[in-house]
């Protein structure tokens, strides 16, 4: 009897906007020494390529936006994946609010996504993820051994991410401006955003970070465990 090849472990976390998907990815990868990879990066080094021409986003096209992917690459750093534009870094303009603004405009193009989701499998090839972003547990691993789709109130998402941004607490104005913005987003993901039938729902909105990570990682240490243990054989 000849067992089957081991295979590299994947553990795909969806989410709507502004749920704790990369964090919590980042954090679960380093507890279970996988490498990270955070398919929103290369959503938001296309939007912030594209942004360096400074044309108006409004006569963006799918070429266009294509076009610019060319300059980004996407490699490992430190347990997890970093995009760079012409070879440099640019996390702060990856993160900034024009880019954020946008990004939602470029993940809806079916190229652009076609050309992430082959990079994030490109980064997957050798070694075991976590990956977070869009489709992941749907298109871009719909057999990944272990998926989960984290949801949160708006309220509490809007408020984790002023927190973020700000460095503050924000006051209750604050956070009801940018609930308006996150239910906005839904609104436009809401045919990226979609939980697979085999996910593990998760709803964080009174769960700490720790204890979102502790239960991925229980999770997938169950996963993996029995898939080790149980693997076919052929006769």
């Not at 690459?73 to 970093?82: A, H, I, L, N, T």
């Not at 640019?90 to 190229?111: C, K, N």
């Not at 949160?152 to 984790?160: I, Q």
């Amino acid at each position: 009897m000849t067992a089957v090849a081991d295979r590299h472990f994947v553990i795909a976390i969806d989410g709507p906007a502004a749920s704790g998907k990369s964090s919590t990815a980042q954090w679960v990868a380093r507890r279970l020494s996988y490498h990270h990879v955070d398919s929103g990066a290369l959503y938001r080094a296309a939007t912030a390529a594209q942004l360096w021409l400074a044309t108006s986003p409004d006569g963006w096209t799918e070429d266009d936006v294509l076009a610019e992917t060319s300059r980004i690459s996407f490699v490992p750093s430190e347990g997890s994946f970093v995009p760079l534009i012409d070879g440099a870094t640019a996390d702060e303009l990856l993160r900034g609010a024009e880019v954020t603004r946008h990004v939602s405009r470029v993940a809806q193009m079916p190229r652009v996504r076609a050309w992430v989701n082959s990079m994030v499998r490109q980064a997957a090839e050798a070694r075991d993820v976590v990956v977070d972003g869009r489709d992941i547990g749907t298109v871009v691993f719909p057999e990944a051994t272990l998926k989960v789709f984290l949801v949160a109130d708006p309220w509490e998402r809007a408020r984790r991410r002023l927190i973020q941004r700000l460095g503050r607490h924000p006051n209750d104005a604050e956070i009801a401006d940018e609930t308006e913005s996150i239910v906005k987003r839904d609104a436009k993901d809401a045919t990226q955003t979609v939980q697979a039938t085999d996910a593990v729902l998760i709803d964080t909105t009174y769960l700490t970070q720790e204890d979102q990570v502790e239960r991925i990682v229980a999770l997938a240490k169950a996963v993996t465990h029995r898939e080790t243990n149980t693997s076919p054989v052929d006769d």
